[in-house]
């Protein structure tokens, strides 16, 4: 498959347009103090189904006019962004959700209209998940590892640098790479003096290794609170990120859960842990980030909260 | 002391512009499809301090030129608005704070210059407060019933019908019923058709009783998650909650805290118990908001979140 360039970014936004929510951008005066930094969130935990997925996922699928149906591994954000985006497209959308499923997850993909398949064994998930393309003719629409995918998600960097020209930083949490490599092409579509920087957890640690080698790395055994950060990099989000990366900040889980807990306390906004990965290198006072204007592309708002709900009965 | 009309209420928007946040309006089709309605939530838990309490709070403060120190009793957002109304103004804020005092609230205070009194015994924080104000030659502001509090609390509602003016009904939570009476001029000012509806906790109903018998009912054993709205309504509030309220939705506690979860699960923003009071009667689609046009205001998100942070580690 051909890389997706600037054009196709601008293309998805396009597409996206009256779709897709232009998610809000916060500020924070106790953010910028704590930082010593300007900072501009993009807050796609406003986004449809709560994560920037919905971008990719539904530029992927209208991009797949052959098919009826469309076949997705997912248990997290990509899942109900392809059910939400078939639901509009007038399409069947199938996912594949391996156990252990959040309950939750599941109801979120039924409510969009998703149909949900769980393998018998959650190591044949990929097998599985072929077998059902072949069986529906079904289009397959992966995570991260896809063009349009990737133009997709370039649509939230586009908008926020649409209202906030002069950034300096752009800073996004990195999983299979498919937000950060999207933020890169349209970053420097506009302008190639951004620097964007990957924020990856300490203990998921597979794609800072994977661009300094410039091989796929993989993730075999993360531990992170970060969910959706726990996949390694595609062979097209790889190259990508390796022409266009300034760097990375890694960060350890106290500092993604502190940081959780600012965005929550000071700012009033319900952000995942992943999204709060991107949020840690502000509050630690990284050096490269000072005095610098800094946009940070907020992932998403899916979290369970039932450890503070359940029980929480007033009197 | 004279009513406060109108009229004050413009006055205060023109003093807190530029000074106050204009805080953003969120919708949700969620919500609309629960609720039946169609809601715009004017979120002042983005408001400066978390809550709508600066308004009133900065409007008071600046009203009062002739002293130097300002002296208010509160254990919650009006005694951290007042604290930072008095930086703003140059002014020196000293807040009785009586026992128990949040540790967390105490040091929000702190953070924005305030100067904490804590009375030897709580049942005397009344006169020890008196006793405060004399020994300083200082201006008391009390947290609801005071003209310019009253006027400064009116400009959430101002805001929000300048950008959404076709509102058949708006809802706010009610304790002390500053933010009510407030809401009410700057509605009925603006169009006499639009209907005002208080949201009180069945366990600590004396606003509704208080309106009903035109006389201070006090708030005895308030039992409510909801921390202010365990108040009484004030000689101020009343007459002006009796000439305009439209009526009373009156929500459980379980309501209550399913409300707080639908708009932190759903809407991905931190608000008070006292926010989604105001929330509530929509969820359970109470008949006289449905097919209407609903403003809402949620008064802050000042809320302790430690039984959700505390232990969450990460890995």
Redesign the interface.
């Known amino acids: 498959m051909a890389l997706p360039d600037f054009h196709d970014v601008e293309l998805a936004a396009a597409r996206l347009k009256g779709i897709a929510r232009e998610t809000?951008i916060?500020t924070s005066r106790q953010l910028d103090a704590r930082s010593h930094a300007t900072v501009f969130l993009k807050?796609e935990?406003?986004q449809r189904v709560?994560a920037f997925k919905f971008r990719g996922a539904y530029n992927a699928v209208t991009q797949r006019p052959s098919s009826k149906s469309v076949v997705a591994l997912s248990s997290g954000n990509h899942a109900q962004g392809i059910a939400l985006a078939c639901r509009l497209s007038g399409k069947e959308a199938h996912l594949v959700m391996p156990e252990p499923v959040n309950p939750i997850k599941r109801a979120a993909v039924q409510e969009y209209g998703g149909i949900v398949h769980v393998p018998p064994d959650p190591r044949d998930a990929d097998s599985f998940s072929r077998d059902l393309v072949r069986e529906l003719h079904g289009e397959w629409i992966e995570a991260f590892n896809d063009p349009d995918v990737i133009a997709g998600q370039g649509t939230a960097a586009l908008e926020l640098l649409g209202r906030v020209p002069d950034l300096d930083v752009l800073l996004g949490p990195i999983g299979g790479g498919g937000l950060l490599s999207g933020t890169c092409l349209a970053a420097h579509g506009l302008n190639p003096k951004i620097q964007v920087f990957a924020c990856e957890p300490a203990?998921a640690l597979d794609a800072l290794y994977s661009v300094r080698e410039n091989r796929i790395v993989s993730q075999e055994h993360p531990?992170?609170?970060a969910e959706g950060l726990r996949t390694s990099v595609g062979t097209l989000t790889l190259p990508i990120l390796r022409d266009h990366l300034a760097g990375f900040f890694v960060v350890?889980?106290?500092e993604?859960?502190a940081a959780?807990?600012f965005v929550?306390?000071r700012?009033?906004?319900?952000?995942e842990?992943a999204g709060a990965v991107a949020v840690a290198p502000l509050l630690r006072q990284e050096p490269a980030l000072q005095g610098k204007r800094v946009g940070v592309i907020i992932s998403g708002?899916n979290v369970d909260?039932s450890?503070?709900?359940d029980g929480?009965?007033?009197?």
Chains 1, 2 share one sequence.
């Open positions: 809000p916060r807050c935990n406003f709560g203990g531990r992170t609170i350890t889980e106290e993604i859960v959780m807990r929550y306390e700012m009033k906004l319900v952000i842990p708002g909260l450890r503070y709900f929480l009965s007033g009197f």
